[in-house]
């Protein structure tokens, strides 16, 4: 029997793989990555509910902060191994079958696969969960602007007094600094002048003295914030001033409503560097957490793109059987 040599050129054309083939499976990629992050979605929702289980609000009970810190660690770790080789192995199991391709360049366009199949499924878990990430990220940038600025310094904290003030006038709410204002208008002989006597013995009430004028309360507030938010010390101009109101109000002497004003004014300073430092504090540890949080994603990131090539090059083995 005789064969053209034209049929036998089409009969080995017809053997030689092409070219012009797409190396990338787009459906097997995206099989992979649905399949990674609908089993990420799965264990986001499990975690967040062990970890409700594990703490509880009342005192001595339920998980302590660093276990559940070293517990979310690790489940974010485990959940990117398994999503992301699940992920992987589908997207090399699925992709097409190439034939004629050497060995090196099987193994190339595998670990492809489960790379690619990972970076789309980590952009649709990252879509989802936008608002978890997006808290993280600004959480540890206003932290750490926060320590850099000194997190909330005297004047800031003594101008939020001052505008609390303001507002207290208009709503009839309570001021931080109206406690110590109370004690310096306060008169050691009230309690004297107030006692009653008994009314049988025919002895009258000595009536209570007027209660302190809000208008002289509000301006020692007003030279208080002044001198905090711009003076480490009361000026001596302040100082008398306010000595005297004290003065005219109480039992006590000048040099003793001096020192009662120096003492005032001490115990407020002292109250506002504390409230300085817990905040410096609460902002450290919240710039610390998110930190700690963004560099522990990135790991799982890393490793969960590991093995997901590594489990497309195993599927894709399987696959060529």
């Not at 101008?159 to 110590?180: H, R």
């Not at 790991?299 to 090059?313: K, Q």
């Amino acid at each position: 029997m005789h064969i053209s040599t034209e049929d036998n050129g089409e009969r080995m054309a017809a053997h030689i793989p092409s070219t012009s083939a797409s190396g990338v499976s787009w459906g097997a990629v995206l099989a992979g990555a649905a399949g990674a992050a609908g089993l990420s979605l799965i264990l986001v929702i499990l975690g967040t509910g062990l970890g409700l289980s594990a703490i509880s609000p009342w005192g001595q009970e339920g998980a302590s902060g660093t276990t559940m810190s070293v517990s979310a660690i690790g489940w974010i770790t485990l959940m990117s191994l398994l999503a992301s080789g699940m992920g992987g192995y589908l997207a090399g199991r699925l992709r097409t079958k190439w034939v004629g391709i050497h060995t090196d360049e099987v193994f190339f366009r595998d670990t492809a696969h489960g790379f690619l199949a990972w970076a789309v499924a980590t952009l649709a878990t990252a879509a989802l969960l936008s608002s978890v990430i997006g808290a993280v990220v600004s959480g540890g940038v206003k932290a750490g602007a926060s320590v850099i600025s000194g997190a909330a310094s005297t004047a800031t904290i003594a101008a939020t007094a001052a505008g609390s003030q303001a507002e207290g006038q208009q709503t009839g709410g309570e001021d931080p600094l109206d406690y110590f204002i109370d004690t310096l208008f306060r008169s050691d002989s009230l309690e004297a002048r107030n006692t009653a006597a008994s009314p049988e013995a025919g002895i009258t009430q000595t009536p209570a003295p007027a209660l302190v004028n809000d208008s002289a309360n509000q301006e020692v507030v007003r030279i208080f914030v002044n001198a905090l938010a711009f003076e480490e010390t009361l000026p001596t101009d302040d100082l008398r001033y306010v000595s005297q109101l004290v003065a005219q109000r109480t039992d006590l002497s000048p040099q003793e409503a001096e020192q009662r004003v120096s003492e005032t004014y001490m115990r407020i300073t002292t109250r506002l560097n504390e409230m300085k430092a817990d905040a410096q504090e609460m902002a450290d540890k919240a710039r610390k957490a998110s930190a700690y949080t963004s560099l522990w994603f990135f790991i799982s990131l890393l490793i969960g793109a590991f093995v997901a090539s590594v489990a497309a090059i195993f599927g894709g083995r399987q696959r060529d059987r």
